[in-house]
């Protein structure tokens, strides 16, 4: 598959980056809030679960749409130079397809492969989805794979990330939420904007 950006590692490690600072002070004002008044609620739907769930949503829709095949290649493919350009030797290499097997975040069925839409079900080790080798994996699949139903062909990450950026935090609920990202992913106003 031809490649959109050609410095994708550097696309990469700047995505990485702001996903931690982003991360970061989230988690500061969840817990200064919880720590000024514990008997406050945080907001009903977590940025976080939101941002992760809008990623589950995007790569399911590249499985659906396109050949299972070219985009594990992709995968693979993209999952190699990002380890050859840090240097990883393949002890110590991430094998991004494998780890999003492993922890049910990509379900392969016999042969049609889907994406835990259901974020809590994926198997992180016991860390937060957000600092889990899992959500780094899944950032890398969406890099490496294009939405190109929507408009000008992008990667899948900067797509799912187009969402949570649009996003205000104004769902009540979860069930709201996945309906706003279920219409961004079909191409709809998804987000507010």
């Not at 794979?145 to 979860?174: I, K, M, S």
Request: charged letters at 25%.
């Amino acid at each position: 598959m031809k490649k959109l950006i050609p410095s994708a590692l550097a696309v990469a490690l700047i995505a990485a980056v702001a996903f931690l600072v982003v991360y970061r002070n989230n988690s500061e004002e969840v817990r200064e809030s919880h720590n000024a008044n514990p008997q406050s609620e945080v907001s009903p739907v977590a940025s976080l679960w939101i941002r992760h769930t809008a990623k589950s949503y995007v790569f399911n829709e590249i499985l659906l749409r396109n050949d299972e095949n070219e985009i594990v290649k992709n995968v693979k493919e993209y999952s190699d130079e990002i380890n050859e350009s840090l240097g990883r030797d393949s002890e110590h290499a991430i094998d991004v397809y494998q780890v999003l097997l492993e922890s049910g975040a990509v379900i392969d069925s016999g042969g049609e492969m889907r994406a835990q839409t259901d974020v809590s079900k994926w198997e992180t080790g016991g860390a937060n989805p957000a600092q889990s080798e899992v959500s780094e994996s899944m950032s890398i699949a969406l890099e490496a794979n294009v939405v190109d139903w929507c408009g000008e062909p992008v990667n899948g990450d900067f797509y799912a990330n187009d969402y949570y950026y649009l996003d205000d935090g104004h769902f009540e609920t979860r069930k709201e939420a996945v309906a706003d990202i279920e219409r961004h992913v079909q191409c709809g106003s998804g987000g507010s904007s």
